[in-house]
């Protein structure tokens, strides 16, 4: 069971991210996760927000950090790949493209 407040500070990120204030929603996140560590759709989101931001490395570590949290979630996996996929849009390395498909095969039981 999910405390209140993290809940409360999850629906604040969200609001923060949907007027596109980034980087306020990424402190919100991080206040969060300093509560409860585990929390994968704290890491889930800060992979989106750190993508909205450019920040393509923190973004790979937070969807590879909720692979590791709940490595039997295919939506993990799944989304994990997507990441990886626009890490490679924003920096044109391919071993992201590589990462992508591993991770992609994994949300399918590969």
């Known amino acids: 069971m999910v405390a209140p407040e993290i809940l409360e ?7 923060l991210r949907a007027e596109g204030k980034y980087d306020e929603a990424i402190s919100v996140i991080n206040q969060l ?4 560590k585990t929390f994968v759709r704290g890491h889930l989101a800060l992979a989106v927000l750190y993508h909205n931001t450019q920040n393509y490395e923190l973004a790979c570590r937070h969807a590879e950090r909720a692979c590791e949290l ?6 993990n996996y799944a989304a ?15 071993e992201y493209i590589t990462k992508a498909e ?8 590969g």
């Open 9 to 15: 500070l999850e629906k604040k990120a969200e609001a």
């Open 33 to 36: 996760l300093e509560a409860e």
């Open 70 to 75: 709940e490595p039997g979630d295919a939506f």
């Open 80 to 94: 994990l790949s997507v990441t990886y996929q626009r890490a490679f849009e924003g920096t044109r390395d391919p």
């Open 102 to 109: 591993l991770a992609m095969a994994k949300s399918r039981g």
